[in-house]
Every structure is written in structure tokens, then in C-alpha cells.
């Protein structure tokens, strides 16, 4: 037999082979034993359960059972048999154990408890072996599956853009460099600046903060395209909600106005949660009982009044609310926690940039329900969003999560190249640089649209974790590169 010939456990819980013989291999959880049996549960990582393995000492030897310790990887071969005890319909008893990697239970981190998420972080390398963050990494399988059944299925095309770019897209600034010259003693131009004419790329570059204007180049030829890759802000941001790298979808429509992109928009984000719902019961369930548990520590006024799973199911069944940026200034001006100066950043007139905390309000304590907000102030956006007649406004999208605040941003793109142009050079963006994404508004120009949906937040609100570092296998935040 070769080796692997073995069956998942998630497979045996489907079908429950009673009296097949059968190969398991995984790790260890716990192990109960008494003189006469020690039962074994046994995770694989294919589904959140795990498996009760009976073993007999007369028929497995002492010094084996021994060093099935929490942690051990076991290759077992043994019958599945009805199960005597309640909480499993089959259990295996085992023929033959062999123990493929012991671990020292003294030295082994991960103890049959509940360790914090903070401790786990320090262990990222060993955290998916535990049921929470098993959970987590399934889900976010399934999500990004999803992500590319959609869009598959509407007939869009996947896009690779590139991760080493010579722009900064969203014009922030934030860009981590790119560059092979020598550090601590760069060439030099005439006039003292680092000369990087004889760096890789002959110019500068940097990690992409975005997709998108390589997207619209694809979207002005193939007329509906995605991206979906990993994207890299350096900005320090130690929140909850940001990470140095993360991984955002971008979809990019010819043809589409503002509003046809929020109606995708909001139909993705449902056909996500959907998807979850529908092929992550399991995970989700112990993901919510989970967070019961964690509830059980607030103070009652700080509990959330509904579960993990009637809260998605809630988002994905009810229209989103939109409203334009001018009416969210008017609700916030009037809001309670405006008036009585609860707020960190107060908003007293049009034009303020929008704090996570107002929207937060907006969604969480205002409308309790998703919003998509339109119309942002020109000079709070990017230099690609298209300007509305009123001269102040760009079609600018964002949508907003309970718990999670900005889940989306987009917009429709200026498509007009004159408008395009004088707003660049407003912004003092190089036109000159930037030519080849100009070409596209010089020939057979067109309305268009895209957003971007952040990856590990849309995981975030899905498993209710909450903090993104806990959604993505090896965090990249400010300091923290470990792993
Ligand atoms: O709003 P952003 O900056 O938009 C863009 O990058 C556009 N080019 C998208 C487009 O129109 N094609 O980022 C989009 C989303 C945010 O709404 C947020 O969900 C996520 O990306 N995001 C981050 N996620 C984690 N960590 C960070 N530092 C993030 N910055 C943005
Ligand atoms: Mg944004």
C-alpha cells in the first residue's frame, strides 16, 4: 500500500465506512487513558472534528501508546465500528499505530486548553493546528474559492497584475520600495539624489498598492476582468482592520456606471457570505459558539444581540442602504454623539473625512444594516474617481460593515481625458509617467467602473474574528515579519 493511501476524517463522517478497515493519519488532540483502553482524538485538518481512535494495549504496545501525546502525528490502521459512547456515530479501534512525529509534551506549545489569541499570534507557525484557527483557514479555503466561482460564472476574466509597480496607485504614498542598489552607499546623480537609472528597473518601483490601473487597461479590452493578489501598504496603521500585506479582489467593468458597480457590489459581497453559509456549516458553528463563549466576558450593554450565523444571514437577505456622503454629514451633524462631543474627530462641516468611528455609527447605532455611501468630496479621494457635475463631488463607493467599518471601496473611473488630466495635474500626479493609463482615455475611451474588496476583512466579518491578524496565516503589520 502507498503510503498516503489513507482517508480523510472528513470522509469518514460523511460516509461512516462501518467494518471497513481504514488508514488515518493526523495529530493528536487529547488522549484519555485507563488501564484497560485509551481513546485518541485525531484532527486531520479536513473538517473541524475530530476522531475518536480506540486503542487496546493488548493488541498496541505501551511504548507507543506513550508517545501519543497531544501534538504527535499518528499513522493509524485499525475497523470503524458503531461507537458506544454518545458524541460519535463511529469510532476506529486500531489494529496498528505507528507515530509518525513524536512531540516532547513538555516542550509542545499548543496544551489541550484554551489559549489567547495574542499567545497564538506568537505561535502563528503552529496555530493552525488549533480548532479556532483550523476554522479560520477553511473558511477563508472557501471564500476565496467563491470569489472565482462568481465571477467565473458572470464571465469575467482573471487578471494577473503586477506586484512590482512604478506607481502608486492610490496616490497615498504608502509604498514599500523595491530596489537592488546598495543600501548604505548608493550610486549618486549629479545633484546628491540616490540615482536609480542604475537600479533593476532603471527607475524607481515599489510593491503594489493596488490592481486597479492595470485592471482598467484589461477591462477597456476584455470588458470585465478581477484581480485578486496580494497588495502592500506600508502605512503604520496598528489596528485591528489594517495590514502591511493583504490581499484584495478587484473588479473592473467597461460599460458599468455607478450605479451597475454598487448593484455588483452588493450582489458579490451576499453571493460570499452565501457561499459560507451554505459550505462552511461546521466551521461556522463552532466559529459562533466561540464567540458566545467570548461574550460571556462583556458587560451585558456590550454583547452583541445576534449570532455569527443569523448575522450573516441577516447582511446577505436585506438590501444594503445607500446614501450620499452629503446625507451621512447631515445624519453625524445631528447625531447624539456629535452633539454631545462623543466623538474623537467631531464633523462640523462638509468636507471632513470620515473617521472608522462615524462609520461605525452609520452602520452599527444609525441604520444597522450594511450602507453603501456615494459621493464622496473630490479632494478626500483618488485622482482616477470620475467628477460629478456639481463640480465638488467624485462617484466614489464605499461600503461599510457592521463590526468592520470599510469593506469596499470604488468608484466610476474619469473616462473623460481632459478632466482626467487638469485633475492630475492638480494633484501634481506625472502625466508624463503615467502615459500608457492615459492611452486608454485617448483611444476608445468608455465609462467604466471597479472597486476593491479587502480580502481578509471580508474574512474577518465572516468568522466574526476580531482582529485581521487572526484571518491571515502570517500577519504583516508594523514590527512583525516573523514568520
Ligand atoms: O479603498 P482602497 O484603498 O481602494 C483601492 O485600492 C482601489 N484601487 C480599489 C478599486 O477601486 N479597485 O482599498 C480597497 C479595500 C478597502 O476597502 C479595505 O477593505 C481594504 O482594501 N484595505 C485594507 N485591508 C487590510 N489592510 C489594509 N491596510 C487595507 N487598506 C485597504
Ligand atoms: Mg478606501
Known amino acids: 500500500m502507498a503510503f498516503n493511501k489513507r482517508i480523510k476524517i472528513k470522509t469518514i463522517l460523511d460516509q461512516h465506512p462501518i467494518g471497513s478497515e481504514i488508514t488515518l493519519m493526523g495529530w493528536v488532540r487529547t488522549k484519555r487513558s485507563n488501564k484497560n483502553v485509551s481513546f485518541i482524538a485525531l484532527n486531520d485538518g479536513s473538517i473541524i472534528t475530530n476522531y475518536q ?28 465500528v458503531e461507537s458506544q459512547g454518545a458524541g460519535q456515530a463511529s469510532e476506529l479501534h486500531a489494529k496498528s499505530i505507528e507515530v509518525l512525529g513524536e512531540a516532547d509534551p513538555e516542550k509542545y506549545p499548543l496544551q489541550p486548553k484554551k489559549h489567547s489569541l495574542e499567545f497564538l499570534r506568537e505561535i502563528a507557525h503552529l496555530r493552525m493546528r488549533t480548532n479556532t484557527f483550523g476554522a479560520v483557514f477553511r473558511v477563508r479555503h472557501a471564500l476565496a474559492f467563491a470569489v472565482h466561482q462568481y465571477f467565473n460564472d458572470k464571465g469575467f476574466f482573471y487578471i494577473h497584475t503586477p506586484i512590482i509597480t512604478a506607481s502608486d496607485a492610490e496616490g497615498a504614498g504608502e509604498t514599500f520600495k523595491v530596489t537592488t542598489l546598495d543600501i548604505a552607499n548608493p550610486p549618486r546623480t549629479e545633484e546628491g539624489s540616490v540615482d536609480f537609472k542604475q537600479d533593476f528597473f532603471e527607475r524607481e518601483a515599489n510593491l503594489t498598492v493596488s490592481g486597479q490601473l492595470e485592471g482598467e487597461l484589461a477591462a477597456l479590452a476584455l470588458s470585465e476582468i478581477y484581480t485578486f493578489g496580494p497588495t502592500f501598504r506600508a502605512e503604520n496603521s496598528n489596528t485591528t482592520r489594517h495590514l502591511a500585506e493583504f490581499w484584495m479582489i478587484e473588479p473592473e467593468m467597461a460599460f458599468y456606471d455607478a450605479e451597475d458597480n454598487a448593484d455588483l457590489a452588493e450582489d458579490f459581497l451576499k453571493y460570499l457570505i452565501n457561499y459560507a453559509l451554505k459550505n462552511c456549516k461546521e466551521d461556522l458553528q463552532f466559529l459562533e459558539n466561540r464567540l458566545l463563549d467570548e461574550e460571556k466576558s462583556k458587560p451585558a450593554d456590550q454583547r452583541s444581540e445576534m449570532g455569527l450565523m443569523d448575522k450573516l444571514k ?11 456622503y452629503t446625507e451621512a454629514i447631515e445624519i453625524l451633524k445631528r447625531s447624539k454623539p456629535n452633539q454631545k462631543k462623543k466623538f474623537q474627530f467631531l464633523i462640523e462641516a462638509w468636507g471632513a473625512d470620515l473617521q472608522s468611528e462615524h462609520e461605525r455609527f452609520l452602520v452599527e447605532k444609525h441604520f444597522k444594516k450594511p450602507v453603501i455611501l456615494t459621493d464622496y468630496p473630490k479632494e478626500i479621494k483618488s485622482f482616477y474617481m470620475r467628477q460629478n457635475e456639481d463640480g465638488k463631488t467624485v462617484a466614489a463607493m464605499d461600503i461599510l460593515f457592521p463590526g468592520i467599518g470599510e469593506i469596499v471601496g470604488g468608484s466610476q473611473r474619469e473616462e473623460r481625458m481632459d478632466l482626467l488630466v487638469s485633475r492630475m495635474e492638480e494633484l501634481g500626479i506625472p502625466t508624463d509617467e503615467m502615459w500608457w493609463f492615459l492611452d486608454t482615455r485617448r483611444f476608445g475611451s468608455t465609462p467604466h467602473s471597479g472597486f476593491g474588496l479587502g480580502f481578509e476583512r471580508m474574512v474577518q466579518f465572516v468568522t466574526g474574528m476580531g482582529n485581521i491578524r487572526d484571518v491571515i496565516a502570517f500577519p504583516r503589520t508594523p514590527g512583525n515579519a516573523e514568520f
Do not use: M
Open 53 to 80: 481512535v480506540v486503542a487496546d494495549p493488548n493488541l498496541i504496545a505501551e511504548d507507543i501508546l506513550k508517545k501519543c501525546t497531544t501534538g504527535a502525528c499518528l499513522k493509524i490502521t485499525g475497523t470503524v
Open 314 to 324: 441577516f447582511v446577505a437577505e436585506n438590501e444594503f442602504v445607500r446614501i450620499t
